[in-house]
């Protein structure tokens, strides 16, 4: 079965500075992985997805993530974050040899940019 | 990727009651889903929608509390049936699996059972 572990609940960074959300999954089989960002009282908008090719991907607003299977991670990154950018960043997974579409979330990370 | 319209986006309804929510599609799509985003918890998938067949349900989710319709490759409806306050949450549809649907979700139904 297949699972999503995000490892900080929360992270509070300052406006300008880098920020860094983890994620890291298991799956026995090939996997699609994506990143959402939920605002508050808001649905979930896609940030970027990996479904095959360059293990970096590059995203909306600034973001990117990078694949790496060797060690089952999924992370997101942003070199200058903006106050905007405070919100709720989820990690997902989908079997990617079936292709069934189904997505499995992790727990979710809140991003807090101070000024 | 897909547009997805969903509604109503909130309500507040009285235990004991139902409310149907509805998810259109600008394009035909295989695959649509429902999805529960409990108060500050993460999604959790309820049931993939099946077009002109009965929709297949995740573990804890049963058919009689929320029945799904998919009569047609656009559109689906899911039913909060016989409603408590433990079902007030963020209901959400989805359509996943190609890369042209862009697995994208619908704005969401906040849903408050008083």
């Known amino acids: 079965a297949q699972s999503v572990t995000q490892l900080d609940s929360q992270v509070p960074v300052f406006e300008e500075a880098p920020v860094e959300l983890r994620c890291n999954y298991s799956s026995s089989v090939s996997v699609y992985l994506f990143w959402y960002v939920q605002y508050p009282n808001q649905g979930l908008q896609l940030l970027l997805k990996?479904?095959?090719?360059?293990?970096l991907v590059k995203g909306i607003n600034g973001f990117e993530a990078e694949f790496n299977k060797s060690q089952t991670s999924f992370h997101l990154r942003k070199p200058s974050v903006h106050i905007s950018d405070t919100a709720e960043y989820f990690c997902a997974v989908s079997e990617g040899s079936s292709n069934t579409g189904k997505l499995i979330f992790g727990q979710g990370t809140t991003l807090q940019v101070k000024p | 990727s897909a547009v997805i319209s969903q509604k109503p986006s909130r309500d507040i309804c009285q235990r004991g009651t139902s409310l149907t929510i509805q998810c259109q599609v600008d394009?035909?799509?295989?695959?649509m889903f429902w999805y529960r985003q409990q108060p500050g918890q993460s999604l959790t998938l309820i049931a993939t929608a099946n077009q002109g067949s009965e929709a297949t349900y995740e573990s804890g989710f049963v058919i009689d509390k929320f029945p799904i319709s998919r009569p047609n490759l656009t559109f689906s409806t899911l039913t909060v049936s016989n409603m408590s306050p433990e079902d007030s949450s963020i209901y959400l549809c989805?359509?996943?699996?190609?890369?042209?649907?862009?697995?994208?979700f619908g704005s969401g139904t906040r849903l408050t059972v008083v």
């Open positions: 989805s359509v996943g699996g190609g890369q042209g649907y862009g697995y994208t």
């Open positions: 990996y479904l095959s090719g360059s293990t």
């Open positions: 394009s035909q799509v295989t695959m």
